[in-house]
């Protein structure tokens, strides 16, 4: 379910976990359709096992470049799962789903209603390759 929250801002529940099986999290996060990747805390992905894999540079809003591990977490929302990459935030960083989560789960955000849905999926080229 999807809670629109002030102008413009959707906050949705998630649960993050490791895998398909073992522990997971709940939580609420802010829907980012213009960030690419998740952020949620260190803290809360270690918690369920999530362990980064590596270290990638981002530029921040004020232009300056900070390093952030990156690891690979299982979210489950609206009836479906999915593993996607995930940010290791650190203190002071928002917690936040991001595009590529929103994709592979097959969800979109409603710039109407700003609920989160489930997106129509397309799959293009099917049937136009090598004569078929």
Known sequence: MSLPVGMGMTHVRVSIAKGL???S?????LV????IYS????PTLLSVGIRPFRKETFR???GRRIVRDVGI???????????TQVIFGERGDASVLG???LEELGLERNPRSGRVRKAELLLLGVGTAAGI
Request: charged share 20%; with cysteine; aromatic share 4%.
């Open 21 to 23: 099986r073992g522990s």
């Open 25 to 29: 999290r709940r939580l609420s996060l």
């Open 32 to 35: 980012d359709s213009g960030a």
């Open 39 to 42: 952020v949620l805390p260190r």
């Open 60 to 62: 921040v809003a004020d």
């Open 73 to 83: 977490a299982v979210f489950r929302c609206h009836g479906t799962a999915a593993a």
């Open 99 to 101: 595009v590529m989560a």
